[in-house]
């Protein structure tokens, strides 16, 4: 069946550290790849998508590549702030789908 | 754009009692999903609208479970003699159209405590 694995959290860095999140996803045909990431106190946020194979989305500092030699599509930022901590989700939706799927969650903590 | 707006924010009730949750969806999105969050778990699809009518139920929707949107705007979660194990984070979200390029936008969510 459909599945979404992100690497285990918690992740703890010092402010301007690089950071990976890894996920790696198993789904029939081509699906749509997500982050989604929630602030404290606050609703899930569509962060950045890619929606085929190659293509990378990007957002505030943060990008992904869809990897589909890899099943794979871990986020990064180069330069991590104070205000990134939140918990990060991988999701896919799958062609023709009407749901998204998604992984456990990564919680960020950013210390200054 | 006020947003997706869910109701109450927190909800304690005893085993057996029934609940009932509200979502308010984004004005002029026609779909509306349900999902369930646990502790360290990513959210799970429960339902979905379009407009009034419900296209799609998760197995996770038991008997228990009953969602309505009655006039395509807001929708209702019932959960009936509630249990322990129903006790989650229940997250609406909305959405213009469906599939990837639809993006969802999701509500604060209504947490649920049974005891």
């Known amino acids: 069946g459909d599945s979404v694995t992100q690497m285990e959290g918690p992740v703890t860095l010092s402010e301007e550290a690089f950071l990976t999140i890894n996920c790696t996803y198993t789904?029939?045909?081509?699906?749509?790849l997500f982050w989604y990431v929630q602030y404290p106190g606050e609703g899930l946020q569509l962060l950045l998508k890619?929606?085929?194979?190659?293509d990378k989305g990007s957002n505030k500092g943060f990008e992904a590549t869809y990897r589909k030699e890899t099943t794979s599509f871990h986020l990064e930022k180069g330069s991590v702030q104070v205000s990134d901590s939140a918990v990060y989700f991988c999701a896919l939706i799958k062609t023709g789908a009407n749901n998204l799927f998604f992984g456990t969650g990564t919680r960020l903590t950013v210390i200054p | 754009d006020t947003g997706v707006s869910q109701n109450p924010r927190h909800k304690i009730t005893k085993r057996g009692q029934n609940v009932t949750f509200r979502c308010d969806p984004i004005?002029?999105?026609?779909?509306l999903y349900w999902y369930r969050q646990t502790l360290g778990q990513g959210p799970e699809f429960l339902t979905y609208f379009q407009n009034e009518a419900q296209l799609e139920k998760s197995r996770l929707l038991s008997d228990r479970f009953s969602a309505e949107r009655p006039k395509g705007s807001f929708s209702t979660l019932e959960i009936q003699r509630t249990e322990q194990g129903d006790s989650a984070m229940y997250l609406c979200a909305s959405s213009l159209g469906g599939g990837a390029g639809s993006p969802l936008h999701f509500g604060n969510g209504t947490r649920l405590t049974v005891t």
């Open positions: 004005s002029e999105h026609n779909r």
């Open positions: 789904a029939t045909g081509y699906p749509s």
């Open positions: 890619a929606t085929k194979a190659d």
